[in-house]
């Protein structure tokens, strides 16, 4: 990585984010070429910047819950905003205004958070986890239920089966419905057989 481009994320971390946090009571209590951390009472907040990927990522920890973490997507998605949250950067001039976002993201959206509020953590965490529950359902379920359709449709039973069973816990009505169908055209099978 250009060592210009550290120098400008060191130079608009001191000049941008530094201010907004120390307003919260942070403390500057590692500065590294590319990783910067701030601490209060109950806060840790960490600014890295990759070196081969060129990504800005903010990490916001409580203290007492420190596998509670949240970026600055997180920020944004549990408030509904629309703004960008994935900050990429190899220019100086880009260093300066991703940082600079992140700033103002932290103050939009995360005062709260900086100020060690458990309910607004317990809130970003449920909302976390929603999330990743939805995005769950997408790359992993949804594949599944197209398959389970599919089964359905050719009247593969034992394969409509197997798929829906093997994410029942989520099925919708009509999905529940179908299985209990497979099922008892299987058991019927059985019994003529």
Not at 167 to 182: C, D, G, Q
Request: glycine letters at 2%.
């Amino acid at each position: 990585m250009d060592d210009r481009l550290a120098s400008q994320f060191e130079q608009s971390v001191q000049s941008t984010l530094e201010p907004v946090l120390s307003r919260f009571g942070f403390k500057r209590t590692e500065s590294e070429r590319l990783e910067v951390k701030f601490e209060s009472a109950s806060v840790l907040i960490c600014l890295r910047y990759a070196p081969y990927s060129y990504e800005i990522d903010l990490e916001i920890v409580l203290k007492d819950k420190s596998d509670w973490r949240f970026s600055a997507y997180d920020l944004v998605a549990a408030s509904q905003g629309t703004e960008e949250a994935f900050f990429q950067s190899s220019s100086v001039e880009r260093v300066e205004f991703c940082v600079n976002k992140i700033a103002e993201l932290v103050l939009k959206y995360g005062v709260d958070l900086l100020k060690g509020d458990s309910v607004a953590y317990g809130e970003m965490r449920r909302d976390s986890t929603r999330r990743s529950r939805e995005h769950t359902e997408v790359v992993t379920n949804a594949p599944i239920r197209c398959a389970a359709e599919e089964a359905w449709r050719n009247k593969d039973y034992a394969k409509t089966k197997e798929l829906y069973c093997s994410i029942s816990n989520e099925l919708s009505p009509v999905e529940a419905s179908r299985l209990k169908y497979a099922l008892k055209n299987l058991s019927d099978q059985r019994e003529q057989a």
